[in-house]
């Protein structure tokens, strides 16, 4: 289950940066009439953006994961 939330989170998280970069490259190109210059780069910034936001999450993830924290959850309970 955290997979699933992880991937719609990262899903998510790319689509509104990606979409973020394109609105205001779009408004930027619109005012100074410089179509498509800066929509592209809007565009590369959230693509970016989300690209960094991905890889400090799975930083994070790893970094649980090594501390032995990979669940979330209680602890298991004892097997004696």
């Not at 990262?10 to 930027?28: D, K």
């Not at 009439?33 to 953006?49: E, I, K, N, W």
């Amino acid at each position: 289950m955290r997979a699933v939330a992880f991937g719609l989170g990262i899903g998510v998280t790319m689509a509104l940066l990606i979409s973020l970069g394109v609105v205001l490259g779009r408004s930027v190109d619109a005012k100074l009439g410089t179509d498509p210059a800066f929509t592209v780069l809007g565009l590369l910034l959230g693509l970016g953006a989300g690209i960094y936001a991905l890889i400090r999450q799975v930083g994070a993830i790893a970094s649980d994961e090594r501390r032995g924290g990979g669940t979330g959850g209680p602890p298991p309970p004892d097997a004696a």
